[in-house]
């Protein structure tokens, strides 16, 4: 079996104004990077409302659905933007993780990326935000626990962002255990180490700027992949963001493409201990485009040496 990539054409109808970093490009530039992997290509579909109800109020998606402008573009926030296609897009995005879900605990496949946009580790229950509109990586949790019949799940979020809206959004789930590494301080401000949710299940790492890779893979090891192997998850979902790329222009980590490889294998050996394998990795940040191309191919790669 091979790893799944899934992606939709709609996600590249989510437009920004020119100069915006989450661009159309961004996508683009992956998907020609994974072109010549021999992957197990889907098309993603739209999420259903029922799948988004499991982590956000029938408020929150009015809203997003309510704000599409019939053309142009309309701010949601300080950085973040809908255009005509957005909502679509946030549809297939967070369907692709509801589909990968599915597959690789159907044993279709071993493990997936999902190649979308909007990202959404940023979107808290009610709040759309750094250039995120549904919790994607929450949501593969949630439909894992709820659909699926999981008691143990894991989220590893390595953008050099804070995850804020994947804690807001399982904060209050005793069955999910997230973990989080970011510059600090940075923009959105939260993953302090004492956040640590209502179950303890929040361990956020951060790390300081200008650090590279020998202290994140020291903290990772020391930290997160010591509370990994011991909450033994049935199933790890990845928040992809390779935003912490030396060459990134948002932020001051100095990670190599190297480092992301790295980390990817070390996750699928610890999925392979505790869950078979299984992983489902969704993309993030990342605003370099040769960098995001670079260290999203290394990744994917490792994704793929993990599935033979």
């Given amino acids: 079996m091979k790893t799944a990539l899934l992606t939709h054409a709609d996600c590249l109808e989510h437009m920004t104004p020119d100069g915006h970093p989450e661009r159309v490009a961004r996508l683009e530039r992956v998907l020609h990077a994974l072109e010549s992997l021999d992957l ?14 499991r982590i956000h109020p029938e408020s929150h998606i009015r809203s997003i659905r309510s704000s599409r402008p019939t053309e142009g573009y309309r701010q949601i926030d300080g950085d973040t933007f809908m255009s005509p296609g957005s909502v679509d897009a946030a549809y297939r995005a967070a369907g ?64 050099v ?57 020291a903290a990772y090891e020391a930290q997160a992949f010591p509370r990994l192997r011991a909450f033994k998850p049935e199933l790890i979902i990845i928040s992809a963001g390779f935003d912490a790329h030396q060459d990134d222009p948002l932020a001051e980590l ?16 610890i999925a392979d201990e505790c869950c078979n394998g299984r992983i489902v990795s969704t993309l993030e940040g990342g605003y370099d485009l040769n960098a995001l191309a670079e260290a999203t191919r290394a990744h994917v790669e490792e994704l793929m040496k993990a599935a033979r």
């Fill in 254 to 269: 100095n990670w190599s493409t190297n480092d992301f490889a790295w980390i990817t294998a070390e996750l699928c050996k």
């Fill in 96 to 159: 692709a993780v509801v589909r990968a879900v599915d597959l690789v605990l159907g044993g279709d496949s071993p493990n997936a990326f999902c190649a979308i946009r909007p990202p959404g580790h940023h979107a808290e229950s009610e709040t759309a935000m750094g250039f995120c509109l549904f919790g994607n990586a929450a949501l593969a949790a949630k439909h894992a626990l709820d659909h699926h019949r999981l008691k143990r799940v894991a989220v590893v979020d390595f953008d």
């Fill in 161 to 217: 962002h804070h995850g804020n809206g994947t804690q807001d959004l399982l904060w209050d789930e005793a069955r999910a255990l997230v973990i989080t590494s970011q510059q600090m301080p940075l923009w959105p401000g939260t993953g302090r180490p004492d956040e640590t949710g209502a179950y303890d299940t929040v361990l956020n790492i951060p790390l300081p700027p200008r650090s590279g890779g020998a202290e994140m893979r």
């Fill in 40 to 53: 197990d290509r889907r098309t993603s579909p739209l999420a259903a409302d029922d799948d988004l109800l």
